[in-house]
């Protein structure tokens, strides 16, 4: 029987067995982002893009406020794209609960200009169920940051929903990185939602969104991110 010849691995480096480990389990939640998924690991990073209007933020606003209130837990909102009022409308069109959200914000004015991404992490607790970033290129502007954002997400016991821009070309704005350290890309069209990357789950796939999400979202553009 052939047996290796046991190689002492350099510092950094470590050779491990595939045999048991965790496996991905999904958690179903009756959210289009959840379905078009198949699903959500709990703690994977998940970055949601479209054109504005197309109805990411609501969608990511659904889904949030299921899985806090199956978990058990709360939502954190960390919100530098729009304004408390405009949040809270977000969750009505899908009839979603805002009693488990919590906005984080930038307060307005010079007391608020030099919060940073870091800033707003830092008071979301880590039995939070999950954290909503809207948005991605909001919280870090440059390319930089935004690989530190991604960065530091990972690292998180929620499960982290990062709404994205996306460019002239139709694609995530940003470095193509952006898109490799998630674990799931999401892109949201007016009348479908489509999954690009999937750790847990076969990739491409789509579903059809319900006409009436598809038609709120297309009537209420520059409201929705």
Known sequence: ???PIPIKPPPGIIVDSLEGGTPLRPKQFPAILA?????????M????????????????GELAAQMAERLDSLAYWLDAEQNRD??????????????????VSRERGRAGAGASFRDALE?????????????????????????ELLDAVSGLAPTVLVVSHFNKAGRFAGPVG?????????????????VTKCRWALCPRSVKRPQTSATTSQTEKGVDG
């Open 86 to 103: 405009i949040v809270r409308e977000l969750f009505p069109r899908t009839g979603s609960s805002t009693q488990r959200v919590r906005l």
């Open 178 to 194: 952006n898109e490799y350290d998630v674990d799931a890309t999401v892109i949201v069209e007016p009348d479908r939602v489509k």
């Open 123 to 147: 008071v979301v607790p880590r039995d939070a169920a999950v954290i909503v970033i809207d948005s991605l290129q909001r919280w870090a502007r440059g390319f930089a940051e935004q690989t």
């Open 35 to 43: 379905e078009a998924m198949g699903g959500v690991v709990l703690g």
């Open 1 to 3: 029987m052939w047996e």
């Open 45 to 60: 990073n998940i970055l949601v893009g479209g054109i504005p209007g197309s109805g990411k933020s609501t969608l990511c």
